[in-house]
């Protein structure tokens, strides 16, 4: 670009990239070749799981879940339909911090729910 650009402005527009990439070399080939994300910030690269040994079913993250991409009851311990899930995080800013329930997860496979219906005994 630098090469054949005809004006000065055409010749500095790739200098972030170009930047950055040098920099951050190691961040870059991680997303390409490892699809994770290491800060935990590329929606793309990203779930949301919601931890069953943790999980209180205290309805606060199903109540609060924009898209209704979590599912549970009372007793019962949630889980969220990654499918649904448009990974905006309220889930994990509404869980109580004294249960750490909700966890974000990237480069590893968000683990199948469990098929029987965890009933959480309540701490």
């Known amino acids: 670009m630098r090469d054949f650009s005809l004006c000065a402005l ?41 931890e069953p040994e943790k999980c209180q079913a205290c309805l606060i993250c199903l109540r609060d879940c924009p898209v209704e991409a979590i599912t549970g009851d009372k007793k019962i311990a949630h889980v969220i339909d990654q499918e649904k899930c448009t990974k905006c995080g309220t889930c994990l800013e509404v869980c109580p911090p004294r249960f750490s329930a909700v966890t974000k997860l990237s480069g590893v496979k968000v683990p199948e729910p469990i098929r029987q219906k965890t009933e959480v005994v309540r701490k």
């Open 10 to 50: 055409g010749k500095t527009a790739a200098n972030p990239v170009l930047s950055t990439i040098r920099y951050f070399r190691d961040e870059y080939e991680v997303h390409i070749k490892e699809k994770r994300c290491p800060a935990l910030a590329c929606k793309e690269l990203i779930a949301y799981y919601i």
